[in-house]
């Protein structure tokens, strides 16, 4: 039976063929190559005959790694083409869709960083790009709002910049992975405010709850920032209308970002999330990873901070130990 699902507006139509034999997405060997569900031999040869062409079509490409990405990216785009028998309607409605994507990016908002991000695809990229290192700290997704002018404070300054939320004493050291202290890592903080808007959001040339730090002759560093809460990616574009067709939550889990590097160092894109969190691994880009999951535990009111502030409320604290894995591995 053939199931139907339109989403208004984006025009998401699903309409998966039945096969006669082979489960939906099979495939079977024949002779030259694999035969897609509801293909016949001949038919097989003629797709697959267009597939040689487009490679072949590379063939005087001078750059072996552009090569290399082209085919395969040819061969890919291919078999998921004639594995769910895509229609022209449904052709029709992915470059509606891309171009849609296209027409909302701009300085400050990067559609097609959110699609890739709610794909997997950066999460994806991120692990292959960062092998497991003797301890060194896991990185994770970089996401759409950093920006590379965030104003420069000295240790235990507020990044805040008076952007609405629960204080929070953020503190760590920087260390190689044998643990010896690196003197001078420079340090990009970043995060949404309690309302779950970054500063660029606002104005785009705003800077607020975002800046950058240099750790001391031991490697720590502290500064004051705000604790991390929920917030939708943003969702009133085609990414956020591609989310709501297929019943997925925009909601990403509670984080603040940090960017961490340091001369003959792996540099570092990371966040971390409290524990506790309500979304937690339900995070619409995926990127949560155990060993990112910290506490944050909230002080009364009253309660002394680390730097001898004066606060009327709550504030949290949260210590996070960084380990830099070195360039190359």
Same mark, same amino acid.
């Given at each position: 039976?053939?199931?139907?699902?339109?989403?208004?507006?984006t025009?998401?139509?699903?309409?998966?063929?039945?096969?006669?034999?082979?489960?939906?997405?099979?495939?079977?060997?024949?002779?030259?190559?694999?035969?897609?569900?509801d293909?016949?031999?001949?038919?097989?040869?003629?797709?697959? %005959?267009?597939?040689?062409?487009?490679?072949?079509?590379?063939?005087?490409?001078?750059?072996?790694?552009?090569?290399?990405?082209?085919?395969?990216?040819?061969?890919?785009?291919?078999?998921?083409?004639?594995e769910?028998?895509?229609?022209?309607?449904?052709?029709?409605?992915?470059?509606?869709?891309?171009?849609?994507?296209?027409?909302?990016?701009?300085?400050?908002?990067?559609?097609f960083?959110?699609?890739?991000?709610?794909?997997?695809?950066?999460?994806?990229?991120?692990?292959?790009?960062?092998?497991?290192?003797?301890?060194?700290?896991?990185?994770?997704?970089?996401?759409?709002?950093?920006?590379?002018?965030?104003?420069?404070?000295?240790?235990?300054?507020?990044?805040?910049?008076? +952007?609405?939320?629960?204080?929070c004493?953020?503190?760590g050291?920087?260390?190689?992975?044998?643990?010896?202290? #690196?003197s001078?890592?420079?340090?990009?903080?970043?995060? %949404?405010?309690?309302?779950?808007?970054?500063?660029?959001?606002?104005?785009?040339?705003?800077?607020?709850?975002? +800046?950058?730090?240099?750790?001391?002759?031991?490697?720590?560093?502290?500064?004051?920032?705000?604790?991390?809460?929920?917030?939708?990616?943003?969702?009133?574009?085609?990414?956020?209308?591609?989310?709501? %067709?297929?019943?997925?939550?925009p909601?990403?889990?509670?984080?603040?970002?940090?960017?961490?590097?340091?001369?003959?160092?792996?540099?570092?894109?990371?966040?971390?999330?409290?524990?506790?969190?309500?979304?937690g691994?339900?995070?619409?880009?995926?990127?949560?990873?155990?060993?990112?999951?910290?506490?944050?535990?909230?002080?009364?009111?009253?309660?002394?901070?680390p730097?001898?502030? +004066?606060?009327?409320?709550?504030?949290?604290?949260?210590?996070?130990?960084?380990? #830099? +894995?070195?360039?190359?591995?």
């Amino acid at each position: 039976m053939t199931t139907e699902h339109t989403h208004p507006e984006t025009h998401l139509d699903v309409a998966p063929h039945e096969a006669e034999e082979l489960e939906p997405g099979s495939t079977s060997a024949g002779a030259h190559g694999p035969i897609y569900r509801d293909v016949t031999p001949e038919q097989e040869v003629v797709e697959q %005959a267009l597939v040689d062409t487009v490679i072949a079509s590379f063939d005087a490409c001078e750059d072996p790694r552009l090569k290399e990405l082209m085919v395969s990216l040819v061969r890919h785009l291919h078999s998921f083409i004639r594995e769910v028998r895509l229609t022209e309607e449904e052709w029709g409605t992915a470059i509606e869709f891309l171009t849609k994507a296209g027409h909302i990016t701009d300085d400050v908002r990067q559609e097609f960083i959110l699609l890739s991000d709610t794909l997997g695809a950066s999460m994806q990229t991120i692990n292959v790009n960062n092998v497991a290192y003797r301890g060194a700290t896991e990185a994770t997704v970089f996401g759409p709002f950093f920006v590379e002018d965030a104003p420069e404070i000295e240790l235990g300054d507020d990044m805040a910049f008076g +952007a609405p939320g629960e204080p929070c004493w953020v503190e760590g050291t920087v260390t190689d992975t044998d643990g010896n202290p #690196l003197s001078g890592a420079r340090i990009e903080v970043w995060e %949404a405010d309690e309302d779950g808007l970054y500063d660029v959001q606002y104005d785009a040339g705003k800077r607020a709850a975002r +800046a950058h730090l240099f750790s001391d002759a031991e490697g720590g560093y502290r500064f004051w920032g705000l604790t991390p809460t929920p917030y939708p990616i943003p969702d009133d574009g085609p990414v956020g209308k591609m989310l709501d %067709a297929v019943g997925r939550s925009p909601l990403r889990a509670s984080h603040l970002h940090f960017m961490v590097s340091h001369e003959g160092m792996r540099t570092l894109v990371t966040h971390i999330f409290p524990t506790g969190d309500p979304i937690g691994r339900k995070d619409t880009v995926f990127g949560v990873k155990d060993s990112l999951i910290k506490e944050f535990p909230q002080q009364p009111a009253g309660t002394p901070t680390p730097d001898g502030r +004066a606060l009327d409320g709550t504030w949290s604290r949260v210590r996070f130990d960084i380990v #830099l +894995a070195p360039a190359g591995v």
